[in-house]
């Protein structure tokens, strides 16, 4: 069974940047898809960004131009850029993963693995 790792969640004032890291372990497989999730407090969760193996992105509209999602398969992780941070960007962050193909990047119901979070806090 493999293991999601979050890090690099932190706090911080908008218009800042943070970097989040998701460390894969025990994901081998040629065709996967991995992506990046928030959930605010009363919210439902809700898709950030996601790459596939074949370097397919996709973007949530509300972060589109200030996040940015890579893959490392060197190292397996997983990374999300985030620039100009917003105070609504303020949520508990996981990472996600599947093997195989992804039809609806954006859709949690697509992954069947996750990580334990890590909290990003802007203030204003």
């Known amino acids: 069974q493999g293991q999601l790792v979050e890090s690099g969640g932190g706090s911080v004032q908008a218009g800042g940047s943070l970097r989040l890291s998701c460390a894969a372990s025990?994901?081998?497989?040629?065709?996967?898809?991995m992506g990046w999730f928030r959930q605010a407090p009363g919210k439902e969760r809700e898709g950030v960004a996601a790459?596939?193996?074949?370097?397919?992105?996709s973007y949530a509209d509300s972060v589109k131009g200030r996040f940015t999602i890579s893959h490392d398969s060197a190292v397996n992780t997983l990374y999300l850029q985030m620039n100009s941070l917003k105070p609504e960007d303020t949520a508990m962050y996981y990472c996600?993963?599947?093997?195989?193909?992804?039809?609806?990047?954006?859709?949690?119901?697509?992954?069947?693995?996750w990580g334990q979070g890590t909290q990003v806090t802007v203030s204003s």
């Open positions: 996600a993963a599947r093997s195989g193909y992804c039809y609806f990047l954006l859709s949690r119901h697509e992954y069947n693995a």
């Open positions: 025990g994901y081998t497989y040629s065709r996967y898809c």
């Open positions: 790459i596939t193996s074949a370097g397919l992105q």
